[in-house]
Every structure is written in C-alpha cells, then in structure tokens.
C-alpha cells in the first residue's frame, strides 16, 4: 500500500510539472524566422520604451501564415502589427490577444514573409536623473540571425547596454545606437538585455530626427518640374519686363521733349514790351516821385496822372 501510494505521489507530481511546463510550450511558436531586429528605442516619441520587432519567416513557411507572438501584458496592447509589401510599404494587419501570465499573445495571419510588430513598454524605471529598463526575450521563435539594437536617447549621458553590446556607433541620423549581433537562437531560449543612462531632462528623441523626404527625390517625382521646362517661361518673363520698360522710356522721352519749348518760354517776357521798355525815357511821378514803369499812364502810388516829357 505504502508503494501505492508514493507511486501516486509521483504520478500527481509529474502531472503537476506537466501542467505547469504547458503554457511554456503552447507559447513558442513553430514557425521558424530567418532573421528578427528587436530596436529598443527608449523616450523615442513617448516616455516609455519603445520596441520594434522586424521579423522575416524562414522560405520554408508557406503562406498565408498564422503567427503567435508575446509582448509583456504591461504595454496593454500592440501599438501597430503589419506586413510589408513587394513596394517596402507596411499595411496593417488585423489581430487578436489573448493574457498569458505576464506575457499578451498576439496572433494574427500574414500574407508577406517581412512583417513589423510594435508596442511601448512603460516600464522605465526613473530615479532622480537615473534611468534603467530590463528587456526580456521569451523564445518564442527560433531564429536564424538575431540582432538586438538599442538607441541612445536625446540629451542621454553615460548609456550603457549590456551583456554583448558593442561601445555604441553614431548614425546617420545622428543618433547613438548600441548593437549586440546576437546571431542563432533556439525556440525556448530566453535573454535579457539590460540598459542604463542619465538624463537631466524629459525630452525626446524624435525631435531631434532631422527631416528628410518619403522617398528619393529625382526627375519623375510628382510635382518636380525639371529645369528645360522651366526655360521658355524664364524667357517669356524676361522678355515682358524688357518691354515694359522700354515702353516707359518712350513715353517719358515724349512727354519730355513735348513740354520742353512751353517750359522754355513760360517766362519770357512779350517782345513789345522789351522793345518799349528799352526805348521808352525813364519817368517818375511829379507828385510822390515814384518811378513809373514803361506803359504807365497813372502812377501806381497817388494815383495822378503821369506827365510825359
């Protein structure tokens, strides 16, 4: 009896462990990816964390696909799952969720190999001007070639991201970014990736981003208009302004040489008054003595009646 017992004991026991190691189990997937590039972008356009998963299914997966993934149940929800198209454009897809424990698995149907999964973590532990986050990869795919690439964070001193980051690259965009080519990994093999810098602000990254066109700018971009074309209006302009001014000066030089004689002689004086004035004697009046001007017949003072002599 007493081995009865212990043999059940140890069937319950087995059972037990069974159930527990169940959800393990059920939440790797079996679809295998050729490549997965987790981007951990802290305080990027939120306070939180965000992370991008970039994933591409191994050639041997037909599709459509279902695929199942986790995220930690802390961000709530996905911010955005999509697939990518043959035109590098992404399109959403739909999904549904489902809690498991600490983990939110998602699970939707793919009809392109390139998909992209993000959510924020608000997680981010904050002392003073001190920040840390813990990011944990739960195995649920194997993967060909894993790299985990962390983003410095605008105005951050001091990051560090560790264990197998390299000393951090600057970009082209201008940021910091820390790489760990982690390389081949099991389904079921989990790491942690640890981050730790200074910040005396709140500010975020993606005000730093500079400005930079959807796609690349040449001759058949929409609304471009190339130089030749441009020509023949450059010349129309040219030639107007050109004509208009050479219009003007016509009119001004007529207006000009029109109203020149009558300017000339506004002020002369009449030819028969030159005349009187030089040959008439000089007169003054034998009343008050004012000198009379050449025509007079009364002095222009008392009024008499000037004497000619």
């Not at 527990?20 to 987790?38: N, Y």
């Not at 939707?108 to 904050?126: G, H, I, M």
């Not at 796609?215 to 971009?221: A, F, R, V, Y």
Request: charged share 20%.
């Amino acid at each position: 009896m007493e081995n009865m017992s212990a043999a059940r004991r140890c069937i319950f026991i087995l059972i037990l462990l069974a159930l527990l190691a169940a959800p393990s189990a059920q939440a790797q997937s079996s679809t295998p990816l050729e490549s997965l590039v987790i981007q951990i972008l802290p305080e990027f356009d939120r306070p939180d964390v965000l992370v991008i998963y970039r994933l591409t299914l191994a050639a041997s997966v037909s599709l459509p696909a279902q695929i199942s993934l986790r995220i930690p149940r802390a961000a709530g929800a996905p911010y955005n799952v999509a697939w990518e198209d043959v035109d590098g454009l992404l399109y959403n897809l739909a999904y549904t969720t489902e809690v498991r424990g600490e983990w939110l698995q998602i699970t939707f149907t793919t009809p392109s190999a390139n998909l992209q999964v993000e959510y924020y973590d608000p997680r981010l532990e904050r002392e003073q001007t001190l920040r840390k986050f813990t990011y944990e990869w739960n195995g649920d795919f194997k993967v060909e070639n894993l790299v985990v690439s962390v983003q410095q964070p605008a105005n951050a001193e001091n990051m560090q991201a560790y264990p197998g980051f390299d000393a951090g690259q600057r970009l082209s965009d201008g940021f910091i970014y820390f790489t760990n080519p982690v390389g081949k990994v099991e389904a079921g093999v989990t790491f942690k990736v640890n981050l730790r810098y200074e910040k005396a602000d709140d500010s975020l990254s993606v005000g730093m981003l500079p400005v930079q066109p959807a796609q690349p700018l040449d001759e058949n971009t929409p609304g471009r208009t190339a130089a030749s074309a441009l020509l023949p209006v450059f010349l129309l302009v040219i030639g107007g302004v050109l004509l208009v001014v050479l219009v003007s000066w016509f009119l001004i030089r007529r207006d000009r040489e029109g109203s020149s004689p009558a300017r000339r002689y506004r002020h002369k004086r009449p030819a028969a008054a030159r005349i009187a004035e030089e040959v008439s004697p000089v007169v003054y009046c034998h009343q008050c003595g004012r000198r009379a001007e050449a025509g007079d017949l009364f002095c222009r003072t008392c009024g008499v009646r000037l004497r000619k002599e």
